[in-house]
């Protein structure tokens, strides 16, 4: 005898090598297992933009509540004597900001206190409404995104797109059959043309188009105030005041559901059918194809035989037809008494946001102009409970904010980081290694 107990090792020895435990991993020179499909499919759906969004929306709404709270008399009237009794305060902090967020809700989406199923359903077709300006310039600006330009000059093409409408063709005696489409034909030409402007200078002198957009939105802004200030051009006769004529009522678009839904006409319906063209022109078509590819990379798009500064061009006529597109959803829909320097209404600006965050996707576009559309129907309801109508601008903001900054989401929801991060935090650590080495 050696003096040894036998063990565990001894009996592994033993056995017959069939018998044995597989063993595998990196350190052993074997197949790493695959993980689960259903864990791969739970991180990749947690890493997705869509969830990403909802997130980015409920952490504003969250922020916004917070807000809500703090501006409310009544929560700082009982945060005065917090201490004596904290339930006060609370049920303040409770009833402000559920009240503000009903208040939302019955003004954008479902008024349930209204008499009637119609009335009740009004709100949702106010957002939609509201929400048809903006997916079209939305349009436009995400277009634009995607052959790599900065297209913040949406308010001056829809300055101009109003404008050039309203002369060509509201002192024109036609049937609306005629009259409505050439109306339409004409603000959408009239906004490429000032896209147009843009995507020429930049092709040609390579002028940076956020320096061209912003000096032609003020080019626009003061062309149209001083037509709608002159007589004879689009001043509206008898008046001094800076206002145009009313559009002519065989131009308007016509009420979708009926007199009862004022601001829902066929101007929705021609913006849906404009995101499926535009999803169909980028996604499909070989114009697309190249815009993407210059979007990407422009030297390498050159070098692979495409003419950037055509697809440069062709991007801002899109772009600008898409606001003209918006400002006749005013002119024609929702503004038909006459127009002034401020028909566009922040649409163009919004446009950018709602561009974000529909990540430059049609239909992201589509349901981000939407969700604006939305806030802007609820924030009047909301103003008459006293919240101040800057809280959803506030809001708006912050989805942007939280849409811009992904990491940041990931990081307060504990999601899991994408390769791109970890790749970035790996190389990170490793130089932080090298330096202190």
């Keep these: 005898m050696s003096g040894t107990t036998p063990g565990a090792d001894d009996t592994a020895r033993s056995l017959p090598s069939e018998q044995l435990p597989h063993a595998s991993g990196p350190l052993t020179g074997g197949e790493v297992p695959a993980a689960p499909r259903t864990n791969v499919f739970i991180k990749e759906l947690l890493r997705g933009s869509a969830v990403t969004t909802a997130l980015a929306i409920v952490l504003a709404l969250l922020a916004g509540g917070v807000l809500i709270a703090a501006t ?110 050439l109306t339409l034909a004409a603000g959408i030409l009239g906004g490429a043309l000032w896209g147009g402007i843009v995507g020429l200078l930049k092709a040609r002198t390579g002028a940076h188009e956020v320096i061209l ?122 503004v038909t008494t006459g127009f002034s320097g401020t028909i566009d209404a922040g649409i163009g600006f919004d446009a950018i946001t709602v561009a974000l965050l529909g990540r430059s996707r049609p239909w992201g576009v589509f349901a981000a102009g939407i969700l604006f559309g939305a806030l802007k129907a609820g924030s009047f309801a909301m103003q008459a409970q006293g919240i101040p109508v800057d809280i959803v601008l506030v809001v708006q903001s912050l989805i942007v904010l939280f849409i811009a900054a992904p990491p940041l989401l990931r990081t307060v929801f504990f999601l899991p980081k994408t390769d791109a991060e970890k790749a970035a935090k790996a190389r990170a650590k490793a130089a932080k290694k090298a330096v202190t080495a």
Excluded: C
């Excluded at 559920?98 to 209204?114: D, K, M, S, T």
């Design 213 to 334: 957009t912003i000096m032609l939105n003020y080019i626009a802004y003061y062309l149209l105030v001083w037509m709608i200030r002159t007589p004879g051009l689009l001043q509206k006769p008898g008046t001094n005041q800076p206002i145009s004529s009313a559009t002519p009522e065989s131009a308007q678009f016509p009420q979708l559901l009926g007199p009862q839904f004022p601001l829902l006409d066929w101007g929705l319906i021609i913006v849906v059918l404009a995101t499926l063209l535009i999803w169909w022109v980028i996604e499909r078509s070989s114009l697309g194809l190249r815009m993407r590819a210059v979007g990407e990379n422009p030297h390498a798009a050159r070098a692979a035989g495409i003419s950037v500064e055509r697809i440069y061009i062709y991007a801002m006529l899109f772009a600008g037809g898409l606001a003209g597109l918006a400002a006749m959803n005013q002119i024609q829909g929702s």
């Design 72 to 181: 409310n008399d009544d929560v700082q009237a009982a945060a005065g004597y917090f201490f004596a009794r904290p339930t006060d305060t609370l049920v303040a902090i409770w009833n402000s900001v559920v009240g503000g967020y009903a208040a939302l809700f019955r003004g954008a989406v479902f008024n349930p206190n209204a008499a009637d199923f119609l009335t009740q359903i009004r709100p949702l077709t106010n957002s939609l409404g509201f929400a048809a300006p903006l997916i079209a310039a939305g349009l436009g600006v995400a277009l634009a995104f995607r052959a790599g330009l900065f297209n913040i000059g949406a308010r001056g093409q829809m300055l101009v797109a109003a404008g050039f409408a309203a002369l060509v063709t509201f002192n024109v005696d036609l049937p609306m059959a005629l009259h409505l489409p």
